[in-house]
């Protein structure tokens, strides 16, 4: 039934989020809409930015804390830091350990969490 899947992320701030995860994944988009959408290809999903239309743009661009965290696992920590810090976005907080590996919180633009995540064996 399902066919694919993809995490999308709406945002006012649209040319500044895409901006931000053009450099950071360090790809352009695959499909591109200025102003409309932008999708990236990143393994094992599609990230999708799109700007709300004008009628739904009261629901996005609020100070608020989004429940969407968007994991991804890098192969260095630190060198994921040290992108995000290059970018304006440097994690606030610190690195944490656990049995599964290291990982600190990020966040972009519009406030959406990213989790950087190394695994163990890495």
């Known amino acids: 039934m399902i066919t694919a899947s993809l ?17 950071f994944l360090g790809t352009p ?6 102003n ?8 094992g999903i599609q990230l999708g930015i799109f ?6 743009r009261d629901e996005f661009g609020h100070p ?8 991804l696992e890098v192969a260095n920590l630190e060198d994921a830091i040290d992108k995000l810090a290059q970018l304006g976005y440097p994690p606030s907080g610190k690195i944490t350990t656990a ?18 995540h190394q695994a163990s064996n890495n």
């Open 7 to 23: 995490v999308t992320i709406a945002s006012v701030n649209f040319d500044v989020v895409v901006d931000f995860y053009t450099q």
């Open 29 to 34: 988009p695959k499909s591109y809409l200025p």
């Open 36 to 43: 409309v959408y932008a999708e990236f290809p990143i393994p």
């Open 51 to 56: 700007c709300p239309k004008s009628t739904n």
């Open 64 to 71: 608020r804390q989004s429940g969407m965290s968007l994991c």
């Open 99 to 116: 049995s599964h590996g290291r990982e600190i919180y990020a966040y972009d633009p519009d406030g959406n969490r990213l989790i950087l």
